[in-house]
């Protein structure tokens, strides 16, 4: 879940809109917007979207919570209803991101990526992919964590050496 959050943070991020000059050379083709939309359909890029608007409304509730805890039932029945009203905006990030596809990929390379998801290996990969997602961050998450350990020692280490003991 946290995972997703962080996608989508890290997508909004990447999606900053560009200057309207730069957006003007690169706009796509509207066959390519389409095949590009079509391609996240079929590979359910569209769908994972509608899993992350439930991580993102819980983190910001708790985090209004931390704030205001004598309020925690009124801030739950608040973004219980948000979640309805902007889970609808999804469309528009979905659209944005067809558009980053389309802008790299030609419509002869978004028709062979469709077709791929729509094969038995695509569907395999899709079938696998959240669970390899997952166990990919847990992954990542212990070797970050002993990478950090590594180099806070190292540091320490160094420091030291040079008078500073923290």
Do not use: H, N
């Not at 992350?52 to 983190?59: G, I, K, T, Y």
């Not at 004598?70 to 029945?77: S, Y």
């Not at 166990?135 to 540091?155: C, K, N, Y």
Request: charged share 25%.
């Amino acid at each position: 879940m946290l995972y997703r959050a962080l996608l989508l943070a890290a997508a909004l991020l990447v999606l900053a809109p560009p200057s309207p000059s730069v957006r003007a050379q690169t706009t796509p083709d509207a066959a390519r917007l389409a095949a590009a939309r079509e391609m996240m359909q079929v590979a359910g890029v569209a769908g994972q979207f509608s899993q992350v608007m439930p991580v993102l409304l819980r983190q910001l509730a708790q985090g209004f919570v931390a704030v205001a805890p004598d309020k925690a039932e009124v801030i739950g029945e608040v973004f219980a209803k948000l979640g309805g009203k902007f889970d609808e905006r999804k469309g528009e990030l979905i659209d944005q991101i067809a558009g980053l596809y389309a802008e790299q990929l030609s419509l002869e390379e978004l028709g062979a990526v469709t077709t791929f998801y729509r094969s038995p290996a695509g569907a395999k990969m899709m079938a696998v992919q959240p669970q390899v997602m997952r166990q990919a961050m847990q992954l990542g998450q212990r070797w970050g964590a002993q990478l950090g350990r590594e180099i806070e020692e190292e540091a320490r280490r160094e420091l030291k050496k040079r008078g500073i003991e923290l």
